[in-house]
C-alpha cells in the first residue's frame, strides 16, 4: 500500500535535505513533485490542493532551528500535515447499548468479510458479537457469512430463504437476538453500486428502523477518483459514521485513504490487510502517515508481532540458531509463525526504510505463494531428513520433488540456501551483517532473497 507513493515522496524528500535553507523556490519545486505524486496516486484533485496548500504556508512561515536541517522541518510538516488529513487521533467505536454496527458499501468491497473480521476483533476484546446476515439479494453471501461465523465460532443469523423485504428480515434478527445474550450486533448489507436508487432507499429503511450506533461505510482501497464520490453519495443516504478500507494489501496507490477521510468528515476507523479473518487492524492517522513517508510503524509491527507469535517457540528457534543447531523443523516452525503475521508486503512496509528494502529484494521475493512451496518441498522430506539436511542427495531428492509437486531445481535450489544460511549462522560477524542489511528480516529473509535471485544469481524456480 502507498508504495508508488512512498517512493516519489522518498525522491522529492532526498533533494529537500540537501538543501542549506528553506526558500520559496525549494518548497514550490517540492511541492510541484509531490502534487504529481499524490494525483498519480489517484488522491482526489481537491483534496491534493488543499493539502498542498496548508504545508506551503507552514513552509513558508516556519522559523528555522539551528539543531534541524531545513529538509527535515520540511518532512516533519510534511508528516503532521498528513496526520491531520488522515484525521488526527484515532476514533474507536461507540458501543454503547443498543451497540448496532451497520455496514454498506459497493459490491466487491468485502462486507461480508469485513463483518466477520471485525466480529472476531470485538470478541478479542471481550465482546459478545452477533452477525446478521441482511444481503437479500446474494444468496451466496449469507452463506459466506455463516461459514465465517461458523470459523470464528460467533452466532449467525441467517433469514428464512424466501425473505425479500430487508427491514422484516431485521425484525426477525432483532427477535433472534434477545435470545443470543450478545453485546454487539453486526449487520452485513447487499452491495449497493452507487446510482441504484431502489438500493439505495433500502438501505436508508434499514438503518431508519435499527437506528444503528455506527454506519460504517467498506471501501476497497483501490477505489481510485471515485472515491470522493461514493463516500459522499453513502454519507448523504444514512449518514456515515467512520469507514473501513478494505484490500490495503494489493492496492500500490491508496489515494481512497487520503480522500474519503477529506471529502466526509468522518474517520477512517479500520483497514483490512490480508484476506484472513484476523487480519484487521484499528486505524491510527499517525502511523499510517510514517508509513506512506517510509519512516515505518514499528509500534504496530510489534503489536502484530506480539499478538500471533510464540514467544516461547520463538526463543527456542534463537537459541538453536545460535548455537547452530537450526534444522528444517525450525524452518518450518518459522514459515508458519511467518504466516501468521498477514502479507509479507504489509509488514515490510512497517519498518522503517522498508520501501527502499523492498525495491531492493528481486521481484516475487514476497509472493505469498513462494512460502507455500518452500513449505511443501518441507513437509515431503522425512523427519529424519529435516534434522540431518545432509542426507538428502539425488534419490531423495527427486522423491521429496515429487511429493511435494514441485520441480527437482527447486528442491536443489532450497537445499543450497538451506546450507548458505547455516554456515552463516556459525558466523556471529556474517548473521549480524546480513539482519543490519535486511532491516532484520532474518534468515527468512535472506532465504527468500537467495530464492529470488540477485544480480548474477540464478532466477527463481518459484
Known amino acids: 500500500m502507498f508504495s508508488s507513493l512512498s ?37 482526489e484533485y481537491g483534496v491534493a490542493k488543499g493539502f498542498l496548500d496548508k504545508v506551503k504556508d507552514k513552509a513558508q512561515g516556519q522559523h528555522v532551528l539551528k539543531s534541524i536541517k531545513p529538509g527535515e ?24 447499548p443498543p451497540a448496532r454496527i451497520l455496514l454498506c458499501g459497493l459490491n466487491g468491497a468485502g462486507k461480508t ?55 422484516k428480515a431485521a425484525k426477525a434478527a432483532l427477535k433472534w437476538a434477545d435470545k443470543q ?47 470522493v464520490s461514493v463516500a459522499k453519495t453513502f454519507d448523504k443516504a444514512v ?53 506512506i513517508l517510509d519512516m515505518g510503524d514499528t509500534v504496530s509491527m510489534v503489536e502484530q508481532v506480539a499478538e500471533h507469535i510464540d514467544e516461547e517457540k520463538a526463543m527456542k528457534s534463537a537459541k538453536r540458531m545460535e548455537k547452530g543447531r537450526f534444522d528444517f523443523n525450525d524452518f518450518l516452525e518459522q514459515m508458519k509463525m511467518l504466516q501468521n503475521l498477514g502479507p509479507l508486503e504489509g509488514l515490510l ?24 512451496h518452500m513449505e511443501a518441498i518441507v513437509l515431503s522430506m522425512t523427519l529424519k531428513e529435516r534434522k540431518r539436511p545432509e542426507l538428502i542427495k539425488g534419490t531423495r531428492r527427486r522423491r521429496i520433488a515429487n511429493g511435494s509437486g514441485r520441480k527437482l531445481i527447486e528442491v536443489n535450489q532450497l537445499l543450497k540456501q538451506f546450507g548458505m544460511m547455516r554456515k552463516m549462522m556459525k558466523s556471529k560477524g556474517k548473521m549480524k551483517g546480513m539482519m543490519k542489511q535486511l532491516g532484520g528480516m532474518g534468515e527468512m529473509g535472506d532465504l527468500m ?10 532466477k527463481s524456480p518459484f
Open 7 to 43: 517512493e516519489s515522496l522518498d525522491k522529492t524528500f532526498r533533494n529537500l535535505r540537501g538543501v542549506g535553507k528553506i526558500s520559496e523556490k525549494n518548497i514550490s519545486n517540492a511541492l510541484r513533485e509531490v502534487r504529481m505524486a499524490l494525483l498519480e496516486a489517484d488522491v
Open 181 to 227: 445474550n450478545g453485546s454487539v450486533l453486526i449487520f452485513d448489507t447487499a452491495g449497493r453500486q452507487e446510482l441504484d436508487k431502489a438500493l439505495v432507499n433500502e438501505l436508508k429503511d434499514l438503518h431508519k428502523f435499527l437506528n444503528p450506533k455506527e454506519t460504517l461505510l467498506v471501501a476497497d482501497a483501490a477505489t481510485g477518483q471515485q472515491a
Open 239 to 291: 449518514g456515515i459514521t467512520g469507514i473501513v478500507l478494505t484490500k490495503l494489501d494489493g492496492d500500490a496507490r491508496g489515494g481512497a485513504a487520503l480522500s474519503m477521510r477529506t471529502a466526509t468528515g468522518k474517520p477512517i476507523k479500520f483497514i483490512g490487510e490480508g484476506e484472513k479473518v484476523e487480519n484487521l487492524s484499528i486505524f491510527h492517522p499517525d502511523r499510517m502517515a510514517g508509513r
Open 449 to 458: 532473497g537467495g530464492l529470488g535471485g540477485g544480480k548474477g544469481g540464478p
Open 349 to 372: 512496509g512497517m519498518m522503517p526504510g522498508g520501501a527502499k528494502l523492498k525495491k531492493s529484494l528481486p521481484g516475487g521475493a514476497l509472493d505469498p505463494k513462494r512460502i507455500k
Open 73 to 96: 522541518q520540511i518532512v516533519k510538516i510534511f508528516h503532521d500535515e498528513l496526520v491531520e488529513l488522515l484525521g488526527g487521533d484515532q476514533e474507536p467505536l461507540d458501543l454503547n
Open 113 to 167: 468479510t469485513t463483518a466477520a473480521k471485525l466480529a472476531l476483533r470485538l470478541k478479542k476484546d471481550g465482546r459478545r458479537p452477533l452477525l446478521i446476515a441482511c444481503d437479500l439479494y446474494r444468496p451466496a453471501a449469507i452463506d459466506q457469512l455463516a461459514k465465517l461465523a461458523e470459523q470464528i465460532d460467533v452466532p449467525c443469523y441467517k433469514p428464512e430463504p424466501d425473505e425479500k423485504n430487508v427491514v
